[in-house]
């Protein structure tokens, strides 16, 4: 057994004291496995270099998992101060390929390793610390503060996984092999792979919020489907077997891949799998740090193109259609091999969670009722793109880690890996990834009649995102005009100079495109991904498609086009980026406008981005502001409030008095005006609200 083998606590028991003693081990095995597999990494001067062009340089990844402890923490208002804002803004965000995602090399200042390494010190004293003192009730439900440290815990937990793929991917001269880290040594001849009848069924999908495990939103819900009869391939794809698809010159033959593949080869030059490596002898084989003799009864390591690619050459060669399993096949799979979830499978049964090795293993080493590797030794591609479940709620705390990837793009990985671990290796987990990257996944083929539906216009399934869609693209109410248009208009008329605007608390984007009629560029900054997603689809794919809630469940499909807005012109004058108003990154600066609509009375501490702001604005610069002044304790701690409260000496505080004195000494205010705006919540029920817009020059000191 590993030291590095560890599962996870459970949400339930009876005795506080022991549950977070289990919550604290649990901790501390995490943060050591993580900083642990970065001593692959050959010396300090590696952390600057990426593996992969489109991924950050590995700097960027260890600070990561420890500001995100920080930045929950302070967003869900368990904690009131930071450790470092600097490193808790520039490592917040990026590690997905979204549109949003800033890769620009000098838009960051990395740190020193050592300044990194020393924050995480204090990270770990600040999360140990509250595991023992935080308020603790069993079982621990998600609004409970220990859920976020459990969420973090989790966070990390895929991070050790993805941190090794990169670590992988980086060249072989840039890292170096780990006492500790064991590599599989043994290898032999592919097995012949056959095919396993799996009988149909009902399958439901989705588990209970009362589940005794920690869960991420999208596992949460159910679905429903009857699957009919398939046949499995009893063994992972090997190596060896996918050796015939490369000697075929399968990678050469554009008729076994689709756009997206093609895509891909044109890209990445491919002519066989990412982790072998050709030298005059023929392939070999690339471990963690080690090139090795080609183990061909592993698993191969693929991306999902090359999958299906290899699935396409078989059905043509064997006159049969194979193709990847859907979600609910899988799940019978899981069913037929007998599997039972943790704590009470046993890790020994499988290569995961590091109980073996730091490596794949033969294809015919783990034995589940006569499939091999059901679960561990690699991940296994899915043809199935990842969705919300009936029910799907995101957690407020991390509502970007699902919705982002319910866009027909990132297909669920089965299973698990070697280098899995935690939630990873739960039987209700669900991760996807775009295509073409690179996990430590490969996969097996079935022979099925099943189609797996995809929804060509992907309308907006969570109901905030909707009802914004509906204020910023929708109908207008009551002869009440588009507020984001409005507002725009504003900007244009006491902007001096129009060069660059920011857009901050830009929601769904329909401002940020509205600026850009005026203004030569517009970034627009949201703190959720969720809804910047919006944007980003109106601006590659033309389109919002978002439901307008008429009655209970019901709602109405709404589409808006690119080309009915008027944006097709001005589209690529916009960018959207996920940010903290709080705590922006620096590259942020050089505006001749920053408008804020409707944000301050929802930031967590309003003061941290008043104080700051004409740092990021030129000589002439315009502020705008919009609020209704609406402040709750469940965006903004009252101690932050602006205005609407009454101070020691009884005497009214209002929002625009302590704006004038935080931004008196910076800015000149010129304008103050109502603006109505209406927010449909059903057919019958709206919000109807008038926000004061103040407009601030910045002075000229």
Known sequence: MSKFSLYPPTLEGSDTEAKRKEIRAYFHNTFIIFEKIFDVLKSDEVFYKKSEITRHPMIFYFGHTATFFVNKLINMKIIKERINPEFESIFAVGVDEMEWDDLESGHYKWPKVDDVRAYRVKVRELVDELITTLPLTLPIAQDSAMWIILMGIEHERIHIETSLVLHRQMPIEF?????????????STPPKNEMITIEGGDVVLGKEKSHNLYGWDNEYGEYRESVAGFSVSKYLVSNGEFMEFVEAEGYENGEFWNEEGRKFLAISGAKYPSFWVEDESGFKYRTL???????LDWPVDVNALEAEAFCRYKSKKDGITYSLPSETEYRLIYNYAKLEDIPD?????????FYHYFSSCPVNEFSFNGIYDVVGNVWQWSRTPIFGFDGFEVHPAYDDFSIPTFDNRHALILGSSWASSGNLIMKHSRYAFRKHFFQNAGFRYVISKSEVKIQNDVYESDELVSQYCEFQYGDEYFGVKNFAKETAN???????????????????????FELAQSFERVEGVDFSARFIGVGVKLKNEGYVAFGSKTEGD??????????????????????FWQGDACNLKPNFNSYDLVMATNLIDRLYNPRLFLGSVHERLNSDGVLILTSPYSWQESSTKKEFWLGGYKDENANEVKT??????????????????????VIKETHRKFQHSVAEVSVWRKRNL
């Open 175 to 187: 890292v170096k092999e780990v006492e500790e880290f064991n590599i599989c040594s043994h290898s």
């Open 289 to 295: 740090a080690k090139i090795i003799d080609m183990p």
């Open 345 to 353: 499978f046993h890790e020994s049964r499988a290569n995961l969670n």
């Open 490 to 512: 504003i900007a244009s008329k006491f902007a001096k100079n129009r060069t660059k605007a920011l857009d901050l608390g830009c929601a769904t984007g329909r401002a940020t």
């Open 554 to 575: 019901l709602a109405l499909k709404k589409k808006v086009t690119i080309e009915e807005l008027g944006y097709e012109r001005i589209k690529e004058k916009v960018t």
């Open 656 to 677: 625009l008095d302590t704006l004038k004195e935080i931004l008196s000494r910076e800015f000149e205010l010129i304008h103050l005006q109502d603006l109505e705006f």
